[in-house]
Structure formats: C-alpha cells, structure tokens
C-alpha cells in the first residue's frame, strides 16, 4: 500500500505509524481533577466510533518526514480518501 | 443421536444411512428469555451454558450468516492458558479445564490436541521475563515449564538455534496447551445447545436494539422483531457497530489479523511454537499443512483482507526461525476482524441498557477463550452477576484505571 504524503509523495505502508481513530483532545484548562474533566479525558483516550466506512485517522511518518497526518480512509476497502498534513494552526475539531 | 463406537460400527454395515443433522434449522419464534446475538463460538457455547448450566433453555442464537463464518472459522486454533496478570490466568485456565472435558461435555470430536505451546526466549531479560510468566501461572495452579536450550533442542531441532542475530536461549513450556479444530468447536456447540432446546437461527441479522426507558425489550432483525428480556452481544470484530445501534460506544477498534496455511507436509512440528524474537506462531494441523500467523495489520479495518507487507514481515520471522520454511509453499491466507481492546483484555459485562449484555474486545484471544467466555457470559446473562473468574473484565475498567494490560503498551490497541 502506497501512501501519499503531502511532504514525501508515494511512500510504502512500512514507514508509517498507525495512531488509530482522530480523537480531538479535551480543553486541558480548569479543573482537571473534576468529574467532568476525567470523565472527556476517559472518554478520548479510551473510547471509539470505530465506523465500518469512512474513517479519519492519525498517521505519523516515522521513517520518512517524521510530521503528523490526518488520513481519510474507508476501514471496509483500506481505500485512503485523503491526506493532510496537521499543522501547528489547525483548530482542535479538525484533528 | 449419540456418537458411540456401536454407532460407527452400525452405520458402516448400514451405509452410512444413519447420521442425523447436527442441529434443527430453525426460525425464530416471536419471543425468547435471552437471544445472544452471534452465532460464533462463544455466542453458541453461551447458549449451551445457559442451557446445561443455568437452567434457560427458552433461548435464540441469532447469527447474520452461517454459524462459524466469522472469527471462529479464521484464526489459528491454538488454545492456552499461559497469561501473567492475576485478571487473566484464572479465566484462561477455567477455559482449559473447559477444553480437557469439551468432548466428553459435548459428545463431539473437537479434536483437542494437549501438544503442548513452546514459546522461544532469545535474551537473558526475556528469559526472566518468561521465569516471571512462569512462576505467576504455577502460582495459580497451571502448568509451566521453563527449558534452557538444551531441552528446547530434544524438543524442536528444526529451529535455527545458531541465528547469530537471535539466538534461541530456551523457552516457557505449557504443556497442556495445543489445538483444537475450530469447526468442531462450532458444530459441538450448536448441537449441544441445539439438543436442549435452543434455536440458533442462521441468515438473521440484527439490524435494531430496541429499548423501552433505558431497558432492552428485543431485536429487530431481517426477520423480523424478536422480543427479547435480556440480550447478550457475543459479535467480537463487529461489536462496535452492534453497540452502535445501541447508541453505546465501546474502547475497541477493529484491526484485521492474518493467517496463512501451507501445502500438506507429512509430521514435522508436534508442537505450537512461538518465536521470541519477532511476532510469529506456528504449529501443524491434522491434516498436515503448517499453520501460522504474525502482526496485525496496523490500520483500522473490517475488511478480512491483509496487507502484504505483513505477510512479508511474517515470511522473514518464520525463516527466522526455522529456515527449512523457506521452501515451503502457501496454499491460502485469511484475515479475521479482532475486536482490539484498548488494554488488549477482554470485556464480559452488563451495559449502561437494562437487559443488554456484552461479550468482546477478544484481541488475539477469542478462540482459546471459547468455552470459558461462553460459561462466564452465561453464568452473567443467566444471575446478573460476574463469575468470579471473569470479575475483572468490565466495561469501566478503563474509565476507573483497573485496565489489565498484558504487554504494558498502553491505550493503543494495534499493539496489543
């Protein structure tokens, strides 16, 4: 499988880490000891959609560019619909 | 019908006329006590127990294809109970007593095979790591034995014990543990549970849970709704779409795991072999061909379709390991949709949906499992409350940090 990284171009399945489902993280402001606090932090690192269909990931280029991507992919064809690249700038509902 | 030698010995001088259907083809009636929704090894060995040992036989098994099309019939039969961590042995150990009666239990030939499972170590700190392993099941009553390299070598000198980048030092024995024939286990169960009463009902999917104030009250299905007081969801690889129409979501992603089998070979490893040093398994079915797997695929996926660069990475740790495998030819390959747990343990509880009960996030584990998560799903589903042995497999467990994380890797479940 050929993975299109918008810095690198065509690059094999072997060089690319898979970090699974894009989970945006929880505001890490406030009370973070609180109820509802730890209940979105449970909530993000644990808990998943896990569609059979279109699919927004988080791939790490390890053995190439070493940037974060947002992959778009279909789970029931492992087509991918498109490749982003996160930057610093992007807003949090967008990862 | 029961299997006996007088029944074999009749029906070769009657034709082999005599043999019955293993199970009725049923069609679901209009309302159960429980329907368990997959027709799999652990949805139908949940129905046997809750109707053997828990006295519900009022149950429906309802499975969207023909039962044992999904990961039961796709994996590599391999059954164990070498774990470390005190949440796991006792529950992996309950499954191999299971095993050691199943035939007898179940008056069907699952042909469980105690050959033994060998896994390699190639490093002082793995050898310590395994002595841990070791010393943690004997501690709980189950069999270890921990060789140096000298037994290993009587036991399998076809490994490559001079690799001079992975050297095999020894290995961790469990005796006990080996194969057994997937179909069988599908087929024994079904008819077990089909002889008390059960209806397992084939080509039925559920496309609905129904609930009334927060309680289950049945399944819509494509045949229809089914009422139901209790429903129990026993789907490992689609649990989360199941969930979904539940409006749950579950710490699980699906990932796809390969196996591959080759041409038949006459007896070469009498044993299931691990390799320490990479991810990969081997062990040699019946019918002679070379079983064996590695790796996941490392992206989310329900297509039951792998890659070949896991394939490639399986290849060069089977060579790796036993360098004779290079002439050997495949014959097939398949993929299994895991339910990947995010601490690699499964899950056997009640949901926050009155009635509703969940089986899943099997990771790698779900076919050894088969009769222990059948009999605790049961005992669950059947008193409301955890067989002891499978008290810590709940679905809060992540939320309140009791996660039971076998390799340490944390919440990412493509390593577990």
Redesign the interface.
């Known amino acids: 499988m050929l993975i299109n990284c918008p810095y690198c171009g065509l690059r094999d399945l072997t060089e690319f880490v898979v970090a699974g489902e894009a989970v945006a993280r929880p505001d890490a402001h406030g009370d973070l000891d609180g109820a509802d606090a730890r209940a979105a932090f449970a909530d993000a690192v644990y808990l998943r959609e896990n569609p059979a269909g279109v699919h927004r990931e988080h791939w790490f280029h390890a053995a190439g560019c070493q940037s974060w991507l947002l992959v778009e992919r279909d789970t029931r064809t492992h087509e991918i619909i498109r490749v982003d690249a996160i930057s610093a700038g992007m807003a949090r509902e967008t990862l | 019908m029961k299997f006996s030698g007088f029944e074999l010995l009749k029906n070769a001088f009657t034709g082999q006329t005599g043999w019955t259907p293993h199970w009725r083809k049923a069609e679901p009636k209009s309302s159960y006590d429980v329907v368990i929704i997959g027709g799999g090894g652990h949805g139908l060995a949940t129905a046997h127990y809750l109707a053997k040992e828990f006295g519900i036989t009022n149950v429906a098994v309802i499975e969207k294809g023909w039962i044992g099309s999904g990961n039961v019939g796709r994996n590599t039969t391999i059954i164990r109970s070498n774990y470390l961590l005190p949440g796991n042995i006792p529950f992996y150990e309950l499954g191999m007593k299971l095993w050691e009666g199943l035939e007898q239990e179940l008056n069907y030939n699952a042909m469980v095979s105690q050959r033994g499972v060998l896994n390699l170590y190639h490093s002082d700190a793995q050898r310590d790591a395994f002595a841990r392993r070791g010393n943690a099941m004997r501690l709980h009553g189950v069999d270890a034995e921990l060789l140096d390299r000298d037994a290993v070598r009587t036991m399998a000198p076809f490994l490559d014990f001079n690799n001079a980048r992975f050297p095999i030092q020894g290995g961790l024995l469990q005796r006990r543990g080996g194969t057994a024939r997937h179909d069988a286990v599908v087929w024994g169960y079904a008819r077990a549970a089909d002889k008390r009463g059960v209806d397992v009902v084939e080509n039925c999917e559920v496309i609905g849970l129904r609930q009334d104030n927060g309680k289950i009250i049945g399944v819509e299905t494509t045949k229809g709704f089914i009422d139901a007081k209790r429903v129990g969801m026993s789907v490992a690889g ?1 649990s ?2 199941l969930a ?1 129409l539940a409006g749950l ?6 990932y796809v795991l390969q196996a591959f089998v080759s041409e038949s070979l006459k007896p070469v490893i009498d044993c299931v072999v691990t390799f320490g040093a990479g991810h990969f398994y081997i062990s040699q079915s019946d019918k002679g061909s070379l079983v064996f797997g590695g790796d996941l695929d ?6 039951q ?1 792998g ?1 070949l ?1 896991v394939f490639s990475d399986v290849a060069e740790n089977a060579i790796a390991m036993m360098p004779m495998l290079g002439r050997l030819r495949i014959l097939r390959s398949w993929g299994g949709i895991m339910d990947m747990s ?1 601490d690699g343990s499964p899950i056997i509880d009640k949901t926050p949906i009155e009635g509703l009960f969940f089986n899943g996030g099997w990771c790698y584990g779900g076919f050894k499992a088969t009769p222990a998560a059948g009999f605790c799903f049961a005992h669950l589903i059947a008193k409301g409350a955890h067989h002891p042995v499978a008290a810590a497999y709940r679905l809060d467990r ?2 309140t940090g009791r996660v039971i994380d076998e390799k340490g890797a944390g ?4 390593l577990h």
């Open positions: 689609n989360s779409r979904s979501r579950l710490p699980i992603e699906s490392p992206y989310p996926s329900y297509a379709r890659s660069a995010m992540f939320a919440p990412t479940p493509n």
